[in-house]
């Protein structure tokens, strides 16, 4: 058995964003015949969930909709509150609900949202969002020399034609730009990017992964990329990490985990992603045997919450939560909470 | 593959509103559906896709207007019906009988007021008259265990199912008449993976079985590439690039369906050098002069700006049953 | 089932007149005594029950019509009755009606203060035979109209209510000639009983239908299907008697009470005698007449004395007899500038050379009294007095004219057999009560004369007749001295009438009762009608 | 059920709250029921009569308002609403049993009918927008702005009082008993048409509008695109789809609007001279009659407050979406 | 009542130049937006031009319409044209003043009960309900007279008082569907402030919203006030239409034959009810386009979901 955190084999990077077990249950609005019961429901969207991210280093996270993923990253960003767990920012824990611990939060955590087109309020211009960004994290000393670094970073040029626009009047990549310009307002260390292309052209989706990795690579920045599209997670992550209903199941070096999955759901989601190079009609058997729906996560599984659909399950995934262990060659980093490789780390 | 046509569409413009004001989203667009055949329609979001395929069955909502074209529809042994000028009854009784669709969001397609029974069963109800409303819900329950509901969701209303149980309810009602032709606006868009390739194995089993032609309408290219014989690319409301799927897989003509190739990494093999495409999709109401791609084509050249090139075979490749609209390839015969 | 008032179906055919009254929806409570009750609202109590003694308010100086008594005597003093009933009289349930039964009324409203909406200081009752014998704490000379007209009601049936005061009568049972038949919130109709102590009246069946309004009542009377009813009709020529001009009638008879333009006395400068003396030389009383009550509905009043004629002619001393009121600009300004007063171009100065200045107020619904101080508001100006008109909140305006905090306003006095009541509400010193405090019942206008509060207590307690007429010549000559109150018309006891199917009303040539449908006198009325030919 | 619990917690609330404010409210009027009795008569009745009444309506020994506020809900909860003390002495109740029923026939039925009516005329001008349909909106946008009693006064003239068809007050002819017998049922409808038809009038293009509105945003819906791709008919495709829809937003739009509309009778009633509950708040207001104005703000509240709780009863019948989850 | 806009899907919130174009552009709302300014102007100036003091009696009692008396008189001479020119300002601003203060109640509660839900929020939505229940008119009608003293202000500041809660109702429901956009949440992650969110991020989103909220709390309040002062209650200004109605019905105008009494000061109401209403219509069109004319009949083109029409040759 492995520790997730365990430096990756790289080692030259350093943690500065950290959860252990974190948790998030949301209550659900009781039933009247609930009201005398002592029993509260919640929907249980992220479930003991442990996640690294190192400066300079994309780590991705994938999964089906509705697994989780936004959830952390709002967690991570203390928009919303865990119900259980812990987050530590350069080894300092964050309790930062509202105010000024919040904000001082957010100036080093920044949130990017999947849908550029509701993410800007369409009734301030983009010189008001970024300055307002600046202000907030009194970064405006020379404003104007601020707000065209901000463009000039995100590749907006030139700078002052894009001030005075509406969100309305630029396109989805360049709204998406604005946004993560935005983000970087705050000087962030770590910018958690929730499917930031995934509303996006497939024309232009590129440039805009294409500059997180550049920011990546310039301003040594954790990013936290989330998707459902795993293909672009090997593409532009160094580490995968995959959740299924509300915990992480698999995680590891990016090749590793697209190339040689070791959880049975990794492995029904890169067979079921459209893959141009396999032939039509060739069905791998993971994909063929996958059916059953999501799990409720109200009342999620016993055990290991894939068994239902599981096409290896065996007794003791319905009654037993797997740990992680270690899969392939030691030192990869790659992990799997599956009881198929129980004997194979530890 | 391809066999007689089903659905012939010759020069198709659509425009949204009137005049001068009219935004022109489909552009002289001919193209042929045939018997069998699983048609994919790709191209980024506003290139005209939808619009389309609504165009074509007359159903698009204010302000959209068919400014000209005709559209063929074979039915095999008769006549051909020509649906432009179809009367608003006759176009009623061919809906959904000879040519089903199933639109992008299935929450949005299905009516939040009525079960999923109501639903199946009116489409019955409306071309088939005469059956009783046992038959037809005998019929329902047919057809929902033919893309794996359980029957006893018929009496479910569509906010009590899941995205994917509501796509295949409307996939189980596009087949209720057997219609010959099954059009499908982005179906699985909203779908993850996993529920999207369950929904897409099914389709394929369902059209082996029954034997419907598909226009399959989508940007994501690779899964089009995996799924359907030919492909057709639009770009500014016109197609630019028709061929089959394995040919334009590998060898696509068209700078701007091979750029879009080169725009999503590839899941397995070697790490694909990904170029993207430059610059910003085109504005509808300020279309560039000749070829709409030009200002973004890496290869534009100097007939690009001023011509608009048309649907051709390409030089060299005339038997390949395959066209594109490019300077770069139908120079020959264009220019002359 | 339809009303009567349809031409072609004559009412008296069936013998039916529809009363109307302008109340809105009734509830069921024929409590006789109750100001609330349906049957006080419409008038209907005065065809079930019957007074002692038939009073007018239109001839207050005769002596009354025996009713159920048949005699009556006051002793000098005015403090003992003695009442002979008339026998052979039956209630409705066929009980024959005594003095017994007049006693338990008395007593009845002796000893159940709720009822005595009149405040009489009973003292002793007893009936023997077929007499009563009342007295009182005090002189009952101005009341006496109160005591005799006083409704009997039955002791068998009465005495057994647990609270006569708030019983609704469900059945009630009197002496009239008529009975309740059918009640509803709209229209109340009553039968002609078998038998009465008189000669029964022609009208088989009374419906009273209380409108919603005056605007509603009016309409009904236009077209008929209101006979007899009392509301105010603007422009009444118009609206009302070319309709139907043969047929429909109206009479509007003075009664001994008046309105006038209250104003506060204690308000600087309206003390000053002199002033309100030229206020009142400007007021044209004919402009109210004709455009404010519409040419009919509260009589002028043409006394300097403020007395209603024909009403109070008698009680009107010799030396103002033939004194009229009248519009005199020119007199008005010199009595004004002899009493120090100067002008400022067209403004009038006071005393202390401050303009003179007056707000009317009265509550916003009540039009006529608006239209009346808009007359005024003008009439002032002639005499460089600005006015303005204050619309108030009815409740406001009631609220600050009992606590006296006002410059001027319409008011009403109350009513009574003799002008006391006029003076009494006008400027009983006894009344006063200093500005600021509420509960004052009369001279609103805060007047304060020993001479005039003398006069008035002599006037109600003196025990000879030449002494009373004295007092009340000096109350004249008093109040055309001081003019306290603006007088603009007198209230009235009148009403509209169709003759169309029913003849025999009251009129300017048969005065025989005031035509008002909701007094007393209405059961004359209708004994005294007879079909149309 | 936990939605229909926490309705049935905000009515219990509304219910209190507006209870309260009927108490409190109508005594904050200055002066009396006696003074403005004594005021009303404008001399008919002496004032030596005050301290009679005073007596008679029990209003002679002071009490603190809030001591009152409790003996009100005490009998309240006992179910006795009080004496009015226009009518004194009958019960408030009696007093509302009267008139309620006049006020229910007429602005209820009315009301349910220009809802139903604007309603089926808002579906066909949202339909057939483009056509002769679309007349009705500058008509109806004109109608709504005229204050009904303006239109009921004029309507009064022209049709009631020259000798028109219709009569033009109280709810049946004088002579007529009340009873379930056809003179009086022809005869209060007969006095109802005029009311009914002006209250149709004003009240109706307000249904039209929002209708329309909702039609015309429901058109573009998806499934109404789909519905018309499945060869649907016209009509299926317009009631079933469409104005199925169409109506939601108006049903409970639908159950406020009756607070509106029993606010608004008072004017019809008092136009037409109607015997109904309006006038009678309009009078027991003028009257400073505390019980009655309570008994009928109370009868306006909890009958609003019931029509709000069959709203959403009609509601979750129509949408299935608002229904627990299955 | 013209019911509020509470179905407004989406509020487009294009930039300001399309903006202010974009309502100007609209026939309705510019017809409206006339009409009102017409009345606005005689708000303003009518007392100035009235040929008459609206107050002053004349010889010429209730006589119809004439070369001296364009509307006629009433029953003491006083000329109508002048009380009705009077009686603009009146209506206008106690409809405005009482539309003010209505929609500034109604953003407080309607706004902060959709944003920040929970107890506080459901609290300030019941309280906005209890208004909605109690009939708003005879509220109105008790307050008024219970009040020592009325004039303008007081009726306005009550009328606005009792008749936010339908605009509350409608920001309400508007502000819980924004407080769940992505750009909201996007503003707290930045680190704003809660009150600079509902300020600059919430509400100006609202504008429109807001906007139809008050033209129909402005047309409640204009027909609330009329009606007061036709139903005699006072402090409502000398010369308010309602005041002009309530003398020609306690005259009986209309049995006398004095229509001129009567229609104009009805005739007011309705265009001032129409021209707001229309610019209502406007509102409600630019937030939700698919209320929007935009149906050109082009040569026999016509636009009908379900049947895109085919364009006739000529018509290309
Ligand atoms: N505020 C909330 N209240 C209740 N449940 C919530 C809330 N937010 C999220 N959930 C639930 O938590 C689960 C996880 O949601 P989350 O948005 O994190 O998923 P996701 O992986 O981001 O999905 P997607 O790919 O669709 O964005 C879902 O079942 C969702 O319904
Ligand atoms: N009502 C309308 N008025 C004007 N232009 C419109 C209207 N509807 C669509 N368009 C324009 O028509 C073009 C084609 O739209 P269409 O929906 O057919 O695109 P699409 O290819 O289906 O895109 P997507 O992949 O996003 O579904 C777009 O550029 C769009 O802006
Ligand atoms: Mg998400
Ligand atoms: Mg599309």
């Keep these: 058995m492995v520790a997730p955190t365990e430096p990756a084999a790289s080692g030259t990077t350093d943690v500065v964003l950290e959860a252990v077990g974190l948790t998030k249950h949301f209550p659900v609005r009781r039933r009247a015949a609930e009201l005398l019961s002592r029993r509260r429901r919640a929907v249980r969207a992220v479930d003991d969930v442990d996640l690294v991210l190192r400066r300079g280093r994309v780590t991705a996270m994938v999964g089906e909709s509705g697994s989780g993923k936004s959830t952390v990253a709002r967690l991570l960003s203390q928009l919303v509150h865990q119900t259980a767990g812990r987050i530590t920012l350069h080894d300092e824990v964050v309790d930062a609900r509202r105010g000024r611990r919040f904000r001082a939060h957010c100036r080093r955590v920044q949130l990017v949202f999947q849908d550029p087109f509701a993410s800007l309020n369409p009734i301030h211009t983009v010189r008001y969002h970024l300055t307002r960004a600046l202000r907030i994290h009194h970064r405006d000393g020379d404003l104007t020399q601020g707000l065209h670094d901000l463009l000039t970073r995100v590749s907006l040029t030139p700078p002052e034609q894009f001030l005075a626009k509406y969100p309305h009047e630029l396109s989805g990549g360049q709204r998406q730009r604005v946004a993560i310009a935005r983000a970087l307002a705050a000087g962030p260390e770590v910018l958690l990017a929730d499917e930031p292309v995934s509303m996006l052209d497939v024309s232009i989706r590129l440039g805009v992964l294409n500059l997180l990795r550049d920011l990546r690579d310039r301003l040594h920045l954790a990013i936290l990329y989330i998707t459902h599209d795993i293909a672009s997670a090997r593409y532009f992550a160094d580490e995968v990490l995959v959740m299924y209903a509300g915990q992480v199941v698999e995680g590891g070096d990016g090749e590793a985990v697209t190339q040689r999955a070791a959880h049975p759901y990794t492995r029904l989601l890169i067979a079921s992603a459209p893959d141009p190079d396999r032939i039509a009609g060739e069905q791998t058997e993971d994909a063929a045997q996958a059916g059953g729906e999501p799990p409720s996560l109200i009342d999620p599984p016993a055990g290991c919450r894939f068994h239902p659909r599981c096409p290896h399950a065996m007794a003791r995934c319905s009654t037993e939560a797997p740990p992680s262990f270690a899969v392939g060659d030691n030192g990869s980093g790659h992990w799997a909470a599956c009881w198929l490789y129980a004997g194979a780390g530890s | ?336 | 089932a339809c009303g009567s008032g349809e031409s072609g179906e004559p009412g008296n055919a069936a013998g039916v007149l529809n009363v109307g009254m302008p109340n809105g929806p009734q509830t069921e409570n024929h409590n006789p005594f109750l100001p609330s009750s349906a049957g006080a609202s419409l008038g209907y109590r005065w065809m079930i029950y019957e007074p002692l003694v038939m009073t007018s308010q239109i001839k207050p100086a005769e002596e009354g019509k025996p009713w159920l008594a048949t005699e009556w005597t006051w002793s000098d003093n005015y403090r003992a009755l003695e009442l002979t009933i008339r026998d052979g009289v039956t209630w409705a349930d066929g009980k024959p009606m005594t003095a017994a039964d007049v006693a338990y009324t008395y007593t009845l409203l002796k000893d159940t203060p709720a009822l005595n909406i009149n405040a009489i200081p009973f003292a002793t009752i007893a009936a023997e035979g077929n007499k009563v014998n009342v007295t009182f704490e005090k002189s009952q000379f101005v009341n006496q109209v109160d005591i005799l007209s006083t409704i009997v009601v039955p002791e068998h049936l009465w005495s057994q209510m647990t609270d006569p005061a708030t019983d609704t009568v469900a059945t009630p049972i009197g002496t009239g000639p008529y009975e309740l038949k059918t009640f509803t919130p709209q229209t109340v109709t009553l039968t002609r009983r078998s038998e009465y102590w008189q000669d029964l009246p022609e009208v088989k069946e009374l419906r009273y239908t209380s409108y919603n309004d005056n605007n509603a009542q009016t309409t009904a009377l236009a077209n008929g299907s209101s006979e007899w009813a009392f509301t105010f009709i603007s422009n009444y020529e118009t609206v009302y008697v070319n309709k139907d001009p043969e047929h429909h009638k109206l009479w509007f008879p003075a009664t001994l009470a008046v309105h006038g333009l209250f104003l506060n006395t204690e308000h600087k400068p309206f003390d000053d005698p002199a002033l309100r003396r030229a206020m009142s030389k400007v007021i044209d009383r004919g402009d109210v007449f004709e455009q404010a009550e519409a040419g009919y509905f509260y009589p002028e009043i043409t006394s300097v004395t403020g007395i209603p004629t024909p009403a109070g002619e008698s009680f009107i001393a010799d030396e103002f007899a033939d004194t009229e009121h009248e519009v005199d600009v020119e007199g008005a300004k010199q009595e004004l500038t002899s009493a120090g007063y100067r002008y400022d171009g067209d403004t009038l100065l006071d005393k202390a050379g401050e303009p003179v200045k007056i707000t009317l107020s009265n509550p916003a619904g009540w039009s006529d009294y608006i239209t009346t101080l808009e007359i005024i508001k003008d009439n002032l100006s002639e005499i460089g007095i600005a006015a303005t008109v204050d619309k108030a909140n009815a409740d406001a305006w009631t609220t600050n004219v009992d606590t006296g905090q006002f410059e001027g306003a319409m008011h009403w006095t109350n009513s009574g057999a003799t002008p006391f009541d006029i003076y009494q509400s006008v400027m009983d010193g006894a009344l006063y009560k200093p500005v600021g405090t509420a509960g004052v019942n009369g001279n609103w206008g805060r007047y304060r004369n020993p001479e005039a509060t003398a006069a008035l207590e002599t006037y109600a307690n003196a025990e000879t007749d030449e002494a009373r007429t004295e007092a009340m010549h000096e109350l004249q000559r008093i109040f055309v001295e001081e003019q306290p109150v603006l007088i603009t018309g007198a209230a009235n006891a009148g009403a509209e009438y169709s003759t169309k199917n029913w003849v025999g009303w009251p009129s300017e040539e048969a005065q025989y009762a005031p035509p008002q449908p909701t007094l007393l006198n209405s059961l004359d009325v209708v004994l005294h009608l007879r079909p149309a030919a | 059920m936990s939605y229909l619990l926490r309705r049935i917690g905000f009515y219990a609330f509304t219910a209190w709250a507006a209870i309260t404010i009927n108490f409190f409210l109508p005594r904050a009027i200055p002066g009396d029921p006696v003074q403005s009795l004594i005021a009303r008569a404008q001399g008919q009745l002496s004032t030596d009569a005050i301290q009679s009444l005073y007596i008679l309506f029990g209003l002679d020994d002071e009490q603190s308002l809030v001591s009152q506020y409790f003996e009100y809900w005490g009998q309240l909860l006992s179910g006795d609403l009080g004496l009015s003390f226009t009518f004194f002495p009958s019960p408030v109740s009696d007093v509302i049993a009267d008139s309620l029923p006049w006020t229910l026939a007429l602005v209820g039925f009315t009301t349910v009918i220009s809802f139903l009516l604007g309603t089926a005329l808002g579906v066909v001008a949202g339909w057939w927008r483009g056509t002769w349909a679309d007349l009705l909106m500058p008509v109806t946008t004109f109608l709504s702005s005229i204050p009904y009693f303006w239109l009921g006064l004029i309507a009064i003239t022209l049709f009631a009082d020259q000798g028109g068809a219709f009569p033009s007050s109280g709810g049946y002819d004088p002579g007529v008993v009340p009873g379930w017998d056809l003179d009086f049922i022809g005869s209060a409808i007969h006095h109802s048409l005029l009311p009914a038809i002006t209250i149709l009038i004003t009240s109706m293009s307000g249904w039209v509008l929002s209708m329309r509105n909702m039609m015309l945003t429901v058109a573009a819906e998806d499934y109404i695109t789909v519905a018309h791709a499945k060869g649907l008919s016209q009509r299926r495709v317009m009631v079933s789809y469409a104005a199925r829809n169409a109506l939601l937003p108006n049903v409970s739009a639908f159950a406020l609007s009756l607070g509106l509309i029993v606010g608004g009778t008072l004017l019809v009633e008092i136009v037409f001279s109607y015997p109904g509950i309006g006038f009678q708040l309009f009078s027991a207001v003028g009257a400073k009659d505390y019980p009655l104005i309570q008994g009928i703000f109370l009868i306006i509240t909890l009958s609003v407050l019931v029509a709000n709780l069959v709203a959403d009863l009609v509601y979750l019948l129509l949408d299935p979406r608002t229904r627990k989850e299955g | 009542m013209a019911l509020p806009t509470s179905e407004v899907l989406t509020v487009p919130a294009p930039a300001r130049r399309r903006r202010r174009s974009g309502l100007l552009a609209n026939g309705k709302a510019v017809t409206g937006l006339v009409i009102l300014g017409f009345l606005t102007v005689f708000a303003v100036i009518g007392p100035w031009i009235a040929p008459y003091d609206p107050g002053e009696r004349g010889d010429d009692l209730l006589v119809g319409p004439n070369a001296q008396h364009w509307f006629g008189t009433t029953h003491l001479g006083q000329d109508i044209l002048s009380q009705i020119l009077d009686g603009t300002r009146s209506v206008m601003l106690v409809g405005i003043v009482a539309g003010l203060v209505a929609t500034v109640l109604a953003i407080v509660f309607g706004v902060s009960s959709g944003y920040f839900g929970g107890t506080g929020g459901e609290g300030l939505s019941a309280l906005s309900n209890v208004f909605l229940v109690i009939p708003a008119l005879p509220l109105i009608l008790i307050i008024t007279l219970s009040l020592p003293e009325t004039n303008d202000l007081t009726i306005a500041l009550v009328i606005g008082f009792t008749s936010w809660a339908w605009g509350a109702r409608v920001l309400r429901a508007q502000t819980l569907s924004l407080r769940r956009r992505d750009y909201v949440e996007a503003a707290r992650a930045t680190g704003e402030s809660t009150w600079r969110i509902l300020g600059f991020e919430i509400l100006p989103n609202l504008t429109a919203v807001i906007a139809a909220s008050f033209v129909s709390t402005v047309i409640f309040a204009v027909l609330s006030e009329i009606t007061l002062a036709f139903i005699g209650v006072p402090g409502v200004s000398e010369w308010n239409w309602g005041a002009i109605l309530f003398w020609a019905q306690s005259q009986q105008a209309l049995a006398q034959g004095a229509w001129w009494w009567f229609v104009p000061a009805g005739l007011a109401i309705a265009l001032l009810g129409t021209g707001l209403a229309l610019v209502n219509f406007g509102i409600d069109e630019y937030v939700n386009p698919r209320l929007r004319g935009g149906h050109q009949r082009v040569r026999g083109v016509r636009m009908r979901v379900g049947f895109t029409p085919v364009l006739p040759e000529e018509a290309r």
């Design chain 2, 1 to 336: 593959m391809s066999g007689e046509p089903v659905l012939d569409i010759r020069g198709l413009s659509v425009d949204y509103g009137l005049g001068d004001a009219a935004v022109h989203a489909v552009r002289d667009v001919s193209l042929t559906l045939h018997r069998g055949e699983v048609l994919g329609l790709a191209g980024e979001s506003g290139s005209g896709k939808s619009t389309l395929a609504y165009g074509m069955l007359r159903l698009l909502p204010p302000p959209g207007v068919v400014r000209s074209g005709q559209v063929f529809y074979h039915p095999g042994d008769d006549e051909p019906v020509e649906l432009m000028s179809l009367s608003a009854k006759r176009l009623r009784r061919f809906r959904w009988a000879e040519v089903a669709i199933v639109f992008q969001g299935a929450m949005n397609s299905l009516n939040p007021v009525h079960t999923v029974a109501t639903q199946l069963t009116d489409v019955i109800a409306a071309h088939e008259p005469r059956t009783t409303p046992a038959a037809r819900r005998a019929r329902a329950v047919e057809l929902l265990t033919l893309v794996g509901i359980n029957a006893d969701r018929l009496g479910s209303f569509p906010h009590q199912l899941s995205g994917g149980m509501r796509q295949r309810v409307m996939i189980a009602m596009a087949l209720a008449l057997e219609p010959r032709v099954v059009v499908m606006d982005e179906p699985t868009t909203a779908l993850d993976v996993v529920m999207q390739r369950q929904i897409l194995a099914k389709l394929v089993e369902l059209r082996e079985r029954i034997g419907f032609s598909v226009l399959f309408i989508t940007h994501d290219l690779s899964l089009l590439v995996e799924f359907s014989d030919r492909i057709a690319i639009m770009y500014g409301g016109r197609i630019v690039e028709d061929a089959p799927a394995g040919q334009l897989y590998r060898d696509s003509l068209h700078p701007y369906s091979d750029g879009l190739l080169h725009s999503f990494p590839a899941l397995r093999g070697p790490r694909r050098e990904l170029t993207g495409i430059p610059g910003s999709p085109p504005d509808l109401r300020a279309m560039p002069s000749g070829c709409a791609f030009h200002p973004r084509c890496p290869k534009a050249f100097d007939p690009c700006a001023e011509r608009t090139p048309t649907l051709l075979a390409p030089d060299g490749r005339e038997d390949q049953n395959r066209t594109v609209a490019c300077w770069l390839h139908t120079a020959d015969r264009a220019m002359t």
